[in-house]
């Protein structure tokens, strides 16, 4: 195999996928169409073509969730942080940087980690196709061909055939309809996909050639990194001053390297609701049911159901997307527009567009039961093997009741282990930590009371994981 190292890059929202996609929990880190989140998709899918460790790059807030994911398939690699996003071209900088640092200058094969791709046999051709341009110094793009006028991307003109590749005549803005339509009539336009493939070092010659503030920036970030468990953090002050660019419109729309490979290989942005009923399977009457979903008399319609049931009758080309907090029902044609009820929640403070009920932890995880005036209810669960944070809360108290395994909790003075159907009371003020000494999940019952419930109300003096 070649010396391919995949840059997987994480960041990003996903507004649209509203109310599955949340801000401490984005698609890319969502199981939307298989039992493997986007992101773990897309590292086994380079997997069979790289022979280096994979780097993803993600923001600082989901950090844990990355590497809990990449553990689960074994992959885990490296992961580097971004202190704030600055779009794509600093992103892939920091990459290349590290890469260089490392005395590896391999062939970067840059995925976006919300992407789906169906056959993988197609698209291992097409990047073994691009790997001989790139060892040519070729900057590689890949180009999707279209298989209707998308009026939803850009494109790229390809030019004149080099054997490997071809050559980037144009790269052209989204179109509007009309336009589309001749581009996909004429065969010389494929959709931009945001996938390229080069070397390390040609990157940054390019990019310090085109972009020289980005680049002097990026390497004045990562000229003293350092290792944080899993993570390789960079400077945060200097990262901020940063300019936020695209790859496309820092590099590829500059430099005289530009190549296209063509790739047809099931290609899927899964942007929207519609986009994703448009791509997986459905039954006789062109309905997508996932979870517990009952229907009559339906049509052309996508239902999600995460944790209560959905009953519908005689609706047609709608989406209905039910989570733990929050139900969303659309007209299937008016998806883009989810965005407006996320700006929304934002403008009136509301939390739903950032968390959701159930909320990951480096330890495990919680969801909110209950929630009152002056109590809250949890169910807790803390993974094998895991701690949290010794601390101290001002303004509740917390009852722990364990429904199954063993915990080790620490209640100011003393140490005990509390099992299976006994309790344990942290008065308010008391430093305490908890831990999950055995082999199983630890699985508890937290109830909460007092006169303010925030996550804030927590002062950490110890915690294995880094957090403040």
């Known amino acids: ?61 989901h950090r844990f969730l990355a590497a809990e994911q990449l553990r689960e398939i074994d992959r885990l690699g490296q992961i580097i942080l971004e202190p704030q996003g600055r779009n794509t071209a600093p992103a892939i900088a920091l990459a290349a940087l590290y890469l260089r640092a490392h005395s590896e200058d391999s062939l970067m094969l840059v995925l976006a980690a ?34 209707h006028p998308e009026t939803g991307y850009g494109y790229i003109k390809r030019g004149k055939d080099l054997g490997c590749a071809y050559q980037v005549e144009q790269f052209v803005e989204k179109p509007d309809l009309p336009l589309a339509e001749q581009y996909v009539a004429s065969g010389e336009f494929y959709w931009n996909s945001g996938m390229f493939l080069f070397k390390a070092s040609r990157y940054l010659d390019e990019l310090a050639q085109y972009r020289p503030d980005i680049f002097e920036i990026c390497q004045q970030a990562v000229s003293d990194p350092t290792s ?69 008399d339906c049509l052309n319609s996508y239902f999600n159901a995460e944790d209560k049931m959905i009953a519908a009758v005689g609706v047609d080309d709608i989406v209905v997307v039910e989570t733990k907090d929050a139900v969303l029902i659309a007209d299937k044609h008016h998806v883009q527009d989810i965005k407006q009820i996320v700006e929304q929640l934002k403008s009136t403070g509301r939390s739903e567009h950032s968390v959701h009920r159930e909320v990951y932890r480096p330890w495990g995880k919680y969801d909110s039961v209950d929630v009152g005036a002056r109590d809250q209810v949890k169910r807790i669960t803390v993974n094998p093997g895991e701690k949290l944070s010794l601390q101290m809360h001002y303004h509740r108290s917390e009852h722990w009741i364990v429904v199954s395994g063993t915990a080790k909790v620490t209640n100011g003075e003393t140490t005990k282990l509390v099992s299976e159907d006994e309790s344990i ?44």
């Open 1 to 61: 195999m070649e010396n391919i190292t995949p840059v997987i890059m994480a960041g990003g929202v996903g507004s649209r996928l509203w109310p599955m996609s949340r801000t401490q929990r984005p698609k890319q880190f969502l199981k939307l169409v298989s039992d493997k989140s986007m992101l773990q998709e897309t590292v086994l899918r380079a997997d069979a073509l790289a022979s280096l460790p994979n780097i993803v790059i993600c923001n600082e807030e």
């Open 114 to 147: 919300d992407h789906v791709i169906t056959e993988q046999a197609a698209f291992e051709s097409s990047v073994k196709q691009a790997v001989k341009a790139a060892k040519q110094g070729k900057m590689v793009t890949f180009g999707i061909v279209p298989d």
């Open 425 to 468: 009371y942290i008065p308010l003020g008391s430093v305490h930590a908890l831990e999950n000494p055995g082999n199983i999940p630890l699985e508890m019952i937290e109830v909460q009371t007092g006169s303010y419930l925030g996550e804030d109300d927590i002062v950490r003096f110890d915690d294995r994981y880094g957090r403040k």
């Open 228 to 296: 944080d468990m899993d993570f390789v953090r960079v400077d945060e002050a200097i990262f901020a001053t940063c300019p936020s660019d695209s790859i496309d419109y820092a590099v590829m729309e500059k430099t005289q390297s530009a190549v296209v490979v063509p790739l047809d290989a099931g290609w899927h942005d899964i942007g929207s609701w519609d986009a994703l009923w448009d791509m997986v399977v459905k039954d006789d009457s062109g309905n997508v049911k996932r979870g517990d979903v009952l229907t009559h």
